[in-house]
């Protein structure tokens, strides 16, 4: 019984790690590959790193290693994908061909056409005032 | 049991191997960065299998130590690309 849940979960887990890294190699873009290589952690290592707990019990001194681990993956790896996601787009990598809109260069735009507006206002009431 | 760890340790190691090519690939460094991380996140759960594999649990602290160093690395990279220090 024991060993049937440790086999289905590392399934799990190997099944999800190697979609991850098929998707990080055949991937067009830098952003579709950090969505890939979070999704290889959190549902790739997450089972399999439960399924040593399983397999080992819960009191053993592999199972408060592993959680940990967990944890600490479960807590950094959004962090991490997050700063290099952003890192990224600010050095200007560049998009895939095929990618439908930028909602970041968007808002920019309209903040700056926002910003230019209020200046022309504020010019048109100085000449007013003169 | 001890089978199968050993299975499972082998098969993160493959699956590791195929983002190393991405690591070699890859044409901006950032894609190195998340290939990189990657397999770091592999290597840590082979070396816990292999750990349960050969019942010495000194190597558990290795892993620990690769899980969690690897983002830190991941960080400090992402932000000297966003100094633009590198």
Not at chain 2, 29 to 36: E, M, N, P, T
């Amino acid at each position: 019984m024991k060993t049937a849940i440790v086999l289905v979960l590392a399934c799990v887990g190997l099944g999800f790690s190697l979609s991850g890294a098929v998707g990080i190699l055949r991937m067009p873009d830098l952003y579709c590959r950090i969505q890939c290589s979070s999704k290889t952690i959190t549902m790739g290592a997450l089972p399999a790193l439960i399924a040593l707990v399983v397999g080992e019990g819960v009191l053993s001194s592999y199972s408060s290693r592993a959680l940990l681990t967990a944890f600490v993956l479960l807590l950094l790896n959004p962090a991490a994908s997050h700063a290099l996601a952003r890192a990224a787009y600010k050095t200007g990598v560049p998009m895939w061909n095929g990618a439908v809109r930028d909602e970041a260069a968007e808002a920019r735009e309209r903040r700056d056409r926002e910003r230019r507006a209020d200046q022309d206002e504020n010019q048109n009431q100085d000449q007013e005032e003169d | 049991m001890h089978t199968v760890y050993g299975a499972l340790a082998l098969a993160e190691i493959a699956i590791g191997a195929l983002v190393v090519l991405r690591l070699a690939l890859g044409p901006t460094v950032a894609d190195r960065i998340v290939a990189l991380n990657t397999v770091c996140t592999q290597a840590a759960l082979s070396v816990f299998f292999y750990a349960a594999y050969t019942d010495r649990s000194i190597y558990l602290d290795v892993a620990i130590w690769f899980a969690s160093f690897s983002y830190l690395g991941a960080i400090v990279f992402a932000r000297y690309l966003e100094r633009e220090l590198l």
